[in-house]
């Protein structure tokens, strides 16, 4: 940190000496430490002595370097540069005396945020370190299950092979289903001859009755057709006879003989009428007759065309029993060449499903042990993201603090609320050229800058050591501007760069190299007060 002296110095005092007799947009510096950003403190034990040593042995140079500044300086007499030598080592015994109690009065202010922020690296580190652990678990649970994938693949490709053997051993294997199936064709070939001929034999009947019917019903239209012309015939004889008797009846005028002649002419009248109703009678016979005959016709149609179907179904029951007899034939010719060939080949046809079924099992396992070390990323897997997630919502918690602690003074304005007022100081684009250009040399934040919260952290203790020497000499403690302090920042960082001071903004500054931590031998303020205070 020592070589971020100067600049830290000149940041603060110039802030510092700029301000008195300034009230506006002011608060107390004590009230600053509460304000400052997290940020990382390294001072270990070691750090410490070798700075007691250092302060001792640069107090020794110091004083030697104050003698003989003063008797260059002033090129005064000898009593004279006793008197300075007097003068600085009170002072040095003073600041000696006080050293210890300021520096533990400024690290009882800083040490709860340094706790803060140990506290934090703390939880970020235990976060990240679960985090490792987790990709750890989950990398290796993932290489198991890579692996159980494989030894998986590879047990279902030797099945697939043995599966593929066995069935190259269909063709031998088929004699067997092929006779098999030849004998049940043959079966089923048989039941349908019989069948068909059954139906065939019932269709034969059928029609042999139909044909019996009808030819019955054909006589029997021919016999109502004989009795109706036979009666038709007698009622044209009778209604002759009817036509001669009232001829003769016409005939005869005495009385006696017209009476005679009427009766043969009302009982050859009466035969006409009962001849003319058995014509009426027959002639529905007949038409009857005709009816049913033509009904038997049908009938007998039918059956014949029943009987010609029976007829086409047997035939081809008979060709399929032979076909199925032939197809048995020569399936029975075939197993009985290859007998010898197909035990072997049921032999091996065994063999080989033994070995499938053990194939089988190992894939079963591969299976299982696959499904368990897929079981072991999943529950790796929800740690791992468990840990990701916590690690999240830590640096989601705790972001504006985080990104603080990257931003440097801007952060440290921001949460005071002020920034928007001084951005402008830090704005290369500034309406004025000057300033613009003077804010090119700042780098917000940035390791080494004026504006980082490392540099600004340590300016608290030349602030705590300005504001003791103020009050050993009967002044109040000085106010801080955070405009003062904006420009006392970008000042910095232009001296630092050009080794002189900007004369851009109308603050006076102090301008100290090459010192080292307040409170010590090595303090700016034993160069730029202790030997400035002989000439007071």
């Known amino acids: 940190m020592k070589h971020t002296n100067e600049k830290v110095l000149m940041s603060v005092i110039a802030g510092m000496t700029a301000l008195q007799g300034v009230s506006s947009n002011m608060m107390n510096i004590s009230a600053t430490t509460s304000h400052v950003a997290y940020v990382k403190q390294t001072m270990t034990k070691s750090d410490e002595l070798e700075s007691k040593l250092h302060d001792s042995q640069k107090t020794t140079e110091d004083k030697k370097i104050a003698v003989d500044s003063a008797k260059g300086a002033s090129n005064v007499a000898s009593k004279q540069v006793e008197i300075v030598q007097a003068a600085y080592d009170a002072r040095d015994a003073a600041v000696k005396q006080n050293y210890q109690t300021t520096y533990d009065a400024i690290m009882n ?106 030819e019955a019903k054909k006589v029997a239209v021919e016999e109502a057709s004989v009795a109706y012309n036979n009666a038709v015939a007698d009622v044209t004889v009778k209604t002759n006879i009817v036509a001669e ?36 009678a027959l002639s529905e016979a007949m038409t009857q007759a005709q009816t049913a005959y033509d009904a038997a016709v049908n009938v007998q149609q039918t059956a014949q065309t029943n009987y010609e179907l029976a007829v086409g179904e047997l035939e081809t029951a008979k060709t399929n029993l032979a076909n199925a007899q032939e197809s048995l034939n020569k399936a029975q010719t075939d197993y009985d060449a290859n007998q010898k060939e197909i035990e072997a080949k049921n032999n091996e046809i065994s063999a080989l499903n033994t070995q499938i079924a053990n194939a089988q099992s190992e894939v079963d396992k591969a299976q299982a042990d696959y499904d368990k070390a897929l079981n072991d990323y999943n529950s790796t897997s929800s740690p791992l993201e468990q840990a990701k997630k916590n690690l999240a919502d830590f640096e989601s918690k705790y972001a ?116 080292g931590e307040a409170g010590t031998g090595a303090s700016p303020f034993r160069g730029w007060y202790d030997l400035m205070l002989v000439y007071l």
């Open 109 to 214: 202010e800083l040490q709860p945020i340094l706790n803060e922020i140990e506290s934090l690296e703390t939880q970020i580190n235990d976060s990240k370190k679960e985090l490792e652990e987790q990709t750890t678990l989950n990398e290796q649970a993932s290489a198991n299950l890579e692996q159980a994938q494989k030894d998986l693949d590879a047990k279902k490709t030797e099945l697939a092979e043995l599966q593929n053997k066995l069935a190259s051993l269909g063709d031998v294997a088929d004699l067997t289903t092929a006779l098999e199936t030849a004998k049940s064709e043959q079966a089923t070939a048989n039941e349908t001859l019989t069948s068909a001929q059954e139906k065939a034999d019932a269709a034969n009947t059928e029609l042999t009755n139909a044909i019996a019917d009808a």
């Open 245 to 280: 008797k009232q001829a003769v009846v016409d005939q005869f005028e005495d009385e006696n003989g017209i009476e005679n002649a009427k009766a043969e002419l009302e009982t050859a009248q009466a035969d006409l009428a009962t001849a003319q109703n058995n014509v009426t």
């Open 400 to 515: 504006t603090e985080l990104s603080r602690l990257t931003a440097g003074s801007k952060g440290y304005f921001e949460s005071l609320g002020c920034y928007d007022a001084l951005k402008e100081i830090f704005n290369v684009n500034n309406a004025f050229p000057s300033r613009g250009e003077l804010a090119s040399y700042t780098h917000m934040g940035q390791a080494g800058d004026a504006t980082s919260l490392e540099n600004m952290q340590a300016s608290i203790a030349y602030l705590k050591e300005y504001d003791k020497l103020r009050k050993q000499n009967g002044l109040s403690t000085p106010k801080v501007s955070m405009a003062a302090m904006a420009v006392a920042q970008v000042n910095a960082n232009y001296a630092q760069a050009e080794g002189n001071h900007s004369g851009v903004y109308g603050y006076s500054e102090n301008l100290a190299w090459g010192y």
